[in-house]
């Protein structure tokens, strides 16, 4: 069985540019996270789908980041324009349902913004 | 809302020897925890969870950590550890409410040596 697929796996921009970030969940996993890990700490949930409905964005920063996952499937995370906070590990996860079910991580996007 | 506290961002010890990683957590009610496990340039993977009844949770390749509820810690313990344990491994809280968010602490990173 095939695991979460991220690309790029590596993406340097410089401030001001757009960038966006492709996840292929686990098939038949209705839960897709995107989560931000920061250089030295824990990764921190920005969204969470349900099938194709966002149903918790509460830490997405809604003024440069944006995300979508058409028809339930893949989703994509897009930040413009980036910032050099932004710099980061970006993980998607998925999983079968959202109760206590294992989360399934793909290996990340490594994002430098100079 | 949780919180979940890691004190320990590295932890050298030499093949062979036991090892044990600190966790501790803070919420008002009750709660999942887990450990996850990340390799150098891989996804985390999950480790071990606990979810209810044993008080002692076991994975497939010789860790432990047990759930003490009046210290509020789930430490991480391997009696022999090997070189391929090699990694960064992240302790993780979810209130069992059904709106509630995974949150992960700043993670350990183990370094076996020899």
């Known amino acids: 069985e095939a695991g979460v697929v991220q690309s790029p796996r590596y993406k340097i921009i410089e401030k001001k540019q757009p960038v966006a970030f492709w996840c292929n969940p686990i098939?038949?996993?209705?839960?897709l996270y995107w989560y931000r890990q920061n250089l030295g700490q824990g990764p921190e949930l920005l969204i969470r789908?349900?099938?194709?409905?966002?149903?918790?964005d509460s830490q997405l920063p809604k003024d440069r980041f944006s995300a979508e996952r058409l028809k339930g499937v893949d989703s994509t995370l897009k930040i413009q324009p980036a910032e050099l906070g932004d710099s980061a590990v970006y993980l998607c996860?998925?999983?079968?349902?959202?109760?206590?079910?294992?989360?399934?991580f793909g290996p990340g996007t490594r994002l430098t913004v100079t | 809302a949780q919180s979940v506290t890691q004190l320990d961002s590295q932890v050298p010890v030499f093949e062979e020897a036991p090892v044990e990683l600190r966790c501790n957590y803070s919420?008002?009610?009750?709660?999942?925890l887990f450990w996850y496990v990340q390799y150098p340039n891989q996804g985390l993977q999950l480790l071990l969870k606990?979810?209810?009844?044993?008080?002692l949770v076991e994975s497939i390749n010789g860790f432990e950590a047990e759930f003490n509820k009046s210290q509020t810690s789930f430490h991480l313990r391997k009696p022999s550890v090997h070189i391929s344990d090699t990694a960064e491994y992240f302790c993780?809280?979810?209130?069992?409410?059904?709106?509630?968010?995974?949150?992960f602490g700043t993670g350990t990173r183990l370094q076996v040596t020899l």
């Open positions: 606990y979810l209810s009844g044993s008080t």
């Open positions: 993780a809280v979810r209130d069992t409410g059904t709106a509630s968010k995974l949150t």
């Open positions: 789908y349900e099938n194709e409905e966002a149903v918790d």
């Open positions: 996860a998925s999983s079968l349902g959202w109760t206590i079910n294992e989360q399934y």
């Open positions: 919420s008002s009610v009750s709660v999942y």
């Open positions: 098939s038949g996993h209705n839960t």
